[in-house]
């Protein structure tokens, strides 16, 4: 995380001093270490309440392999989701762009021009249709919530569409092997996810862009008459979310070696809720990838625990609804005894 | 009931201090039944929190209240309401999508059982628009569909469902239109006829001359003059009352030299319903103020100079060269920079560290092919925190943990590192105490003096005079008066401010 610089040092008589193990910089820090308690404890219930299993190194091994890779697809569009959220915004439609753009790469015609024009297309049909988002919300003036909504049905729609709601089996050797290669051990999907997570905390914490997703979705006002074009970069992050949603498509059609119009069903969900665990501020202005990718890995891992155990996905649903309900409530607790200490150190 | 002229309110010595400002700090007021009593005093004079000490909003620190012959000390607005004090605000506390009768006696509701008895409010909410001679008004209409003297008559119907004995009103003419100003008048005459008391505020002296009976004047939260005869006292000795101030402005003396040349030049900038046909120019090193109550288009004149607003017709140029109306970025770009009035609405990022609300118009600047260079971002800022002597110097702290006057100083910094030619200030010093408006003073002189033009508004009047080189007087969207500051007093500002009763009024008899 950003923590490298030396703690800031008091220079005012009557200012509190403050580690910066209490400073306001370290607190996604401290939240992203409560997720690692989570992993934590989720790893634990599952050694006790299957013994037999973690007793087998080469298995604990394999299935944490497996907690990876079926995170690595909703992880790369939950990166795009929180640049949305922090940039004050929410997409809606990440699902169906997905099955769009994998319902378009693995059209025949599309087929016939090989691995790079699926791939080409999928991300093209990915931007394409962020950028419509992000034109509807900044130009259109639409509520993202609506305008997304909106792109969620339509995008589905043309997908089934398209594909005559059938399943389209990917015959291209070179995407379907994407999802069983395995570099060093590690599955591909891993290593794609592990790129797109770096790029992207390097895309909010080092450039510019990062910057202006921060201050347009902390204070749209104060950023547009600060001088930073805020319509513009509304654009660029649902482009962004889209951009996610293309390279995810071409992941999940690997793993299946098929796309069709109802895949990444209700991945809008996942991706929001794992943001927002992640610390990621619902209303804009705040979040971090590294939370988003742990709040990727906690669901992953108590699917996981909950097949291991052979439960239903019923139960499995129950339990996430409980864990987003109570990490917002540990949230908004964090967060007003946070401003609380602020004002007991303020000094005016 | 009180008899006609009986005292019903008497405020004693009351004073109400708030962190870093003393906004009452002696307070005497008389109230009679059946009369209308005049507030006048200054923006800051404390009529706000002398109101909302009233209304059971603050609790007074010293002092004492009389109401009735009794102590009183309402501990909430719906004690005050209940002991029979209304208030009716200028932003009326209305709620849109319920009816007329439903806002009349909300909170209040006749009821049984649970179930609002709807017939029953509706009647005496019609008995209640009756005597407020509106009984035109359906008491089932939805209020957002009223227009804004129809809201202001339901806020009085809903003091009146409590059985309000007194009734302050705050610049209640200030959202209506000149003719209905009349039937409001008529109004209160139909309530103090019926023995209630009326607190009226206003900047307008003309409308205190034909409503009022009494005058309190209020200054830097005292009452400098008590029960003064409305319609007889003239006019520059409740002027004289209002103003001569204390010690409280400090500035720092002027340069003495020459402004550079001219920077900014707008000329029949317009916008419907808050400005027209402004023209001002604003030179290297000058200071220009617009003086100006709210309401008179000061503000929105700034932010329509500033791109943040499209001027309807009219032209600025800077250095010559035409600004793009509605265009932000281009002013920004041609030198222009803006405290807005709202700083932690329309300027600052309150979470963030303050070097990077600091850097927020300029860290593209120091960026490197999209990435940002914090370490040089960081080292700027706190080269200008020192320079405007922020407090807490270190630039990590979160802009959330300032005063007022530091956050103030992160935004004026913010357009320091930048190459910013004209700064548009907006109420620099709104919620600022006194010790950082002196500093604030000497920073925005210090900028003039390294030759960057000042665009300066403010409703303090001594603050433009004392601060800028020339002034501007606005009202209702108009420039009234051009001047150098040094041909103007104090007086003749707020009378031009206020209505300009004295060149139409006693100036012209």
Known sequence: MSVTEAPPVAKHPGETKTSWWKGDRSEPVRRNLGLVGVLVALVVIGAVTRPELYGDASWVQNNVLTILQQASAIGVITVGMTFVIIGGGIDLSVGAIVALAGVWATTLATQSYGAGGMIFTAIAVGVGVGLVNGLLISYGRLVPFIATLAMMVAARGLAAQISGKQTQVSANSVINDIASTRVLGIPLLVYILAAVVAAGWVLLNRTTFGRRTVAVGGNPEAARLAGINVRRHTVLLYALSGLCCGIGAIMLTSQATSAQAAMANLYELDAIAAAIIGGTLLSGGRGTIIGALFGVLVFSTITNLFAINNLSTEVQNMVKGGIIVAAVLIQQFRYKSLTNLFSRVKTG | ?509
Request: proline fraction near 5%; glycine fraction near 10%.
């Open chain 2, 1 to 509: 009931m009180t008899a006609p002229g009986e005292v019903v309110l008497a405020l004693s010595g009351v004073v109400k201090t708030f962190p870093g400002v003393r906004a009452l700090d002696g307070v005497e007021l008389e109230v009679r039944a059946g009369e209308v009593h005049c507030l006048l005093g200054q923006n800051g004079a404390g009529k706000s929190t002398l109101i909302k000490v009233l209304a059971g909003v603050h609790r007074p620190d010293e002092g004492s209240i009389t109401w009735l012959g009794e102590d009183f000390h309402p501990a909430t607005p719906q004690a005050a309401m209940r002991a029979g004090i209304a208030t009716i605000y200028q932003e009326l506390d209305l709620v849109d999508d319920l009816s007329v009768a439903e806002n009349a006696f909300l909170g209040h509701e006749p009821h049984r059982a649970g179930f609002v008895r709807r017939a029953d409010s509706a009647q005496r909410t019609r008995e209640i628009l009756g005597r407020l001679g509106h009984p035109e008004i359906p008491p089932r209409r939805l209020v957002r569909s009223l227009p804004a003297a129809g809201k202001q008559i339901v806020s009085m119907a809903r003091a009146l469902s409590h059985d309000a004995r007194l009734i302050v009103m705050d610049e209640p003419s200030a959202v209506l239109a000149h003719d209905e100003v009349g039937n409001l008048f008529r109004i209160i005459r139909e309530l103090t006829a019926q023995g209630i008391a009326v607190v009226y505020i206003s900047h307008r002296l003309d409308e205190i001359r034909e409503i009022g009976d009494r005058v309190t004047v209020l200054k830097d939260g005292r009452t400098t003059a008590a029960n003064l005869p409305a319609r007889t006292t003239p006019t520059k000795d409740l002027v004289s009352r209002m103003t001569g101030r204390s010690i409280e402005y400090v500035f720092p003396p002027r340069a003495g030299r020459e402004p550079g040349p001219e920077l900014l030049a707008v000329r029949g900038l317009s916008r419907d319903g808050e400005f027209a046909n402004v023209d001002l120019t604003v030179r290297e090193g000058e200071i220009v103020g617009i003086a100006g109550l709210v309401g008179s288009g000061r503000s929105e004149l700034l932010e329509t100079i500033y791109g943040a607003r499209r001027a309807d017709a009219g032209t600025v140029e800077m250095r010559g060269k035409r600004l793009r109306p509605g265009d932000v970025i281009a002013a920004v770009k041609a030198g222009l920079g803006m405290a807005p009035e709202e700083r932690k609405s329309q300027a600052l990022l309150l979470g963030e560290p303050i070097h990077r609300n600091m850097t927020l118009s300029t860290f593209t600047g120091y960026a490197r092919g999209g990435f940002t260079d914090v370490a040089t971002e960081r080292a700027k800022a706190q080269e200008t925190a020192d320079r405007l002597h922020l407090h807490p110097r270190d630039v990590n702290r979160a802009v959330r943990t300032l005063s007022g006057g530091n956050q103030q100083k992160v935004v004026v910094g913010r357009w320091l590192l930048g190459d910013t030619k004209l700064l548009l200030l907006d109420e620099p010093t709104r919620g600022v105490d006194v010790g950082a408006r002196a500093e604030l003073y000497q920073l925005i002189r210090g900028l003039a003096e390294r030759g960057v033009g000042v665009l300066l508004v403010s409703s303090e009047v001594p603050e433009v005079l004392g601060l800028a080189d020339r002034v501007l007087v606005m009202r209702e969207g108009h420039v009234v008066r051009e001047a150098a500051a040094d041909d103007l007093d104090e007086s003749a500002v707020l009378d031009l401010v206020m209505a300009g009763s004295l060149l139409e009024g006693e100036a012209l008899a």
